[in-house]
């Protein structure tokens, strides 16, 4: 992968909510970022995972996601209904609007199964994944250290052994 690809428009789309702030339709890069990361949305799903940016799925996923929270992969994530509310809204307007996040439907609502990501995971061995300090291809933390900061460059990926 060459690093003409960190600024393809899916690689940028996906930084974490901090970085995202700045690449928002209305928010110029070179601009101060005039919408903050929820709090709510650290605190409430960022507890058995990291947070993932809104922007890695489009809304109609985020919809789908918050609408089932009680049956959320196999774990009830439900929260009161304000707080579900309020971080509906600001994962909706904050979804992904690239045109390769929207075009190719997530399965599963997985950022992980979307074709994007598996085009861009496709030389990580079926075994890598499987690793102990993997676990999971949801577990971005494992080979992106810095990915809580929305930094998934490739100079920066380690894979655990
Ligand atoms: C009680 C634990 C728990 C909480 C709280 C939780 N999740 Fe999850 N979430 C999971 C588990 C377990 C998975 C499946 C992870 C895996 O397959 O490795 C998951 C997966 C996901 C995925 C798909 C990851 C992938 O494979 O691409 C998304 C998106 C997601 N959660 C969003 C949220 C959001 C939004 C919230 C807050 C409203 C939240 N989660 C809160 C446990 C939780
Ligand atoms: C098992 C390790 C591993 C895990 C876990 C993992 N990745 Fe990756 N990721 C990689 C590798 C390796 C590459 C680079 C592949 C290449 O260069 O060919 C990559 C590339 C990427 C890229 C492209 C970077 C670029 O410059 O184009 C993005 C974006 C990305 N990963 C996001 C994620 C997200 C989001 C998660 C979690 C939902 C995740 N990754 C989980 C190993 C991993």
Known sequence: MTSRLSSTPVARALLLPLALTLLSPTVRADRMPTVTPLPAYQQECASC?????????PAASWQRLMGQLDKHFGTDASLD????????GWLQSHAGTYKRVTDTPAPQDRITLSPWFVRKHRE????????????????????????EQGD?????????R
């Open 49 to 57: 995972h990291l947070a993932f940016a809104p922007g890695f799925l």
């Open 124 to 147: 990580v061995a079926a075994e890598v994944w499987k690793r102990p300090a993997v676990k999971s291809a949801a577990n971005c933390s494992a080979c992106h250290p810095q990915a």
């Open 81 to 88: 209904a304000a707080t579900q509310t309020s971080i509906a």
């Open 152 to 160: 998934f460059n490739e100079h920066r990926i380690r894979i655990p």
